[in-house]
């Protein structure tokens, strides 16, 4: 599995988007973005990809 954490409507959604091996590590980048400000709840998501 591979997740990855865009981040919509930003224009800085080149550089903070990111994919990740588990889904803790990429629950945990969710959360610094979001504790920065970088990303709300509203605009920023996790999507699982592959099988």
């Given amino acids: 599995h591979v997740f990855t954490v865009p981040i919509e409507g930003s224009k800085l959604q080149r550089l903070f988007a990111g ?7 990429a629950l ?3 959360d610094a973005l979001q504790n920065t400000g970088v990303a709300s709840l509203k605009d920023s998501k996790l999507y699982e990809i592959g099988e």
């Fill in 19 to 25: 994919c990740y091996r588990n889904k803790e590590d």
């Fill in 28 to 30: 945990k980048a969710l």
